[in-house]
């Protein structure tokens, strides 16, 4: 296997693997839930770590220019978007990030949007410094046309609840588990009443590397002068190259008033993230183009596959084809599978999906179906979801 070609290995390695994916489960569990893939790692990141590892060069973190360097490299040539790197910050992970943040830009008690369903580590957060959850839901109006995404935000909604003296906005973007992306009008209104209403937006642009090439992702600090004046983008490398367990993750800002703020975070906040996980991250941004591309062709190839194979076998469960990522959400409605369709999936066909209650209280008939994985393991969890029926 090469960057070019990049393969899933076989079941039998992946047993052998010691994250919580693989280990959080009895071994005659399929497990599809967790968000990590199951593709190797790039070579530029591979090298990067045995270099260090190597070299006992396993200490301190220290300045790494190279990753806001290699970070800029990376916007300017996917989505030409031109960085101050002197606002590029280092943090342990996309979750610390957000939460040091909010730390900054709010206080206990304030009231913060999200809109639901949306990655589950969202509500611990929020619960973690204290604050009142507002959630406007997104809409799902059925479409079957696989080029649009069903889900829409009413954002004649999200103006009333800006209005109503919310202090942030947690926006995941592309969004999780909907793999979809904001289209540029959608960030220029959020962005003004952002401004109009005094909210500041914290956009989780994890998956952003992860965006199929059909679609456009636009960073919410490339809309505009005003997406800059209300806005943070916390992102990381660990999704885009399945390196979650480094530990690094970046807090970006592009404004001189935003930076003053961010600088109140402790230091610490950088000395949390890990040496290796700064320097694979570096080296993913600078030179794992080559990895992602073909990560993304297989992604955007699995995505099909699951609903053809939903189609074939499963007709009456409906979902989508996501725009970015590589988790799939399924409504088993039609299924009558109880009240926690993933709990009984386990129990009976012995595959473990995330609950879709998790998300948020109206997707309970929901699972999200992780399908970074090979095209064996994908059909084989069809199978044993028509087994438990």
């Known amino acids: 296997m090469s960057d070019n070609n990049v393969v899933a290995p076989s079941l039998s390695e992946l047993l052998t693997h010691s994250s919580e994916k693989w280990r959080g489960f009895a071994a005659d569990v399929l497990p599809l839930p967790v968000m ?88 611990n957060w929020i619960n973690e410094v204290k604050l009142e959850k507002v ?6 109006s059925g479409l079957q046309n696989d080029n649009v995404n069903p889900w829409s935000l009413d954002l004649d909604e999200v103006e009333k609840v800006y209005a109503s003296g919310i202090k942030a906005h947690l926006l995941c973007s592309p969004h999780n588990p909907l793999g979809r992306i904001y289209s540029r009008e959608e960030l220029t209104r959020i962005a003004d009443m952002a401004k109009k209403y005094g909210v500041t937006v914290i956009s989780d ?41 480094l530990k690094s993750a970046l807090i970006v800002s592009q404004n001189a008033k935003i930076d003053e703020v961010l600088a109140l975070m402790p230091l ?96 309970s008939q929901f699972v999200r179906l992780n399908y970074a994985t090979s095209p064996t393991i994908l059909t084989e969890a069809i199978d044993r979801i028509v087994k438990s029926l």
């Open 36 to 123: 990590e893939m199951d593709f190797p790692i790039a070579q530029p990141i591979r090298d990067v770590l045995i270099e260090m590892v190597n070299h006992s060069d396993l200490g301190y973190l220290g300045p790494v220019p190279e990753l806001a360097d290699g970070f800029a490299a990376f916007c300017a040539k996917r989505w030409s978007w031109e960085i101050d790197k002197s606002q590029v910050r280092i943090a342990a992970d996309v979750g610390v990030g957000c939460v040091e943040v909010l730390r900054v830009f709010t206080k206990p008690g304030d009231r913060i949007l999200i809109n639901s369903p949306v990655y589950q580590n969202f509500y």
């Open 135 to 140: 959630d406007v839901p997104f809409v799902n």
């Open 205 to 245: 642009e994890i998956h952003s590397p992860l965006v199929f090439k059909s679609h456009e992702f636009v960073p919410f600090l490339a809309i505009s002068d005003t997406a800059r004046e209300v806005g943070v983008v916390v992102t990381s490398a660990s999704k885009g190259w399945n390196i979650a367990g």
């Open 268 to 363: 610490a906040v950088k000395f949390r993230s890990s040496i290796l996980g700064a320097f694979a991250s570096a080296a993913a941004f600078k030179d794992g183009g080559v990895w992602l591309d073909s990560v993304l062709k297989t992604l955007e190839e699995n995505s099909i596959m699951v609903r053809d194979l939903l189609s074939a076998k499963l007709p009456s469960v409906k979902t989508h084809l996501p725009q970015s990522s590589y988790v799939s959400w399924l409504d088993l409605t039609s299924l009558n599978l109880g009240e926690n369709p993933a709990q009984t999936l386990l129990e009976r066909g012995k595959v473990a999906f995330n609950a879709g209650h998790m998300y948020g209280p109206q997707s």
